[in-house]
């Protein structure tokens, strides 16, 4: 359902992985914008050219989430 061709960024919780644009975090969730707040940091794993972010969240909780910021007509 998340998983946007041109997203730039990828969110790993647990055993799924939601492709996004980290503009879009970064505008709705200020712990989003501090942690894409340095743009020279490098990530730790990659994944297709697109860093890759572990979050303890669960898989549900990240869709419901994204749900609430990702317009509908932008969903895979």
């Given amino acids: 359902e998340f ?10 919780c647990h055993d799924v992985a939601f492709c996004v644009h980290k503009e879009l975090l970064v505008e709705h969730s200020p712990i989003f914008a501090d942690m ?3 743009g020279t940091a490098h990530p730790d794993e990659v994944y ?4 890759v972010v572990r979050l303890f969240d669960s898989p549900e909780d990240m869709r419901h ?3 609430a ?5 932008n969903r895979r």
């Avoid at 910021?69 to 007509?73: G, H, S």
């Fill in 36 to 38: 894409f707040s340095d």
């Fill in 69 to 73: 910021l990702v317009p509908a007509e």
């Fill in 48 to 51: 297709h050219d697109r860093p």
């Fill in 3 to 12: 998983w946007l061709e041109d997203g730039d960024v990828v969110l790993a």
């Fill in 65 to 67: 989430l994204l749900r």
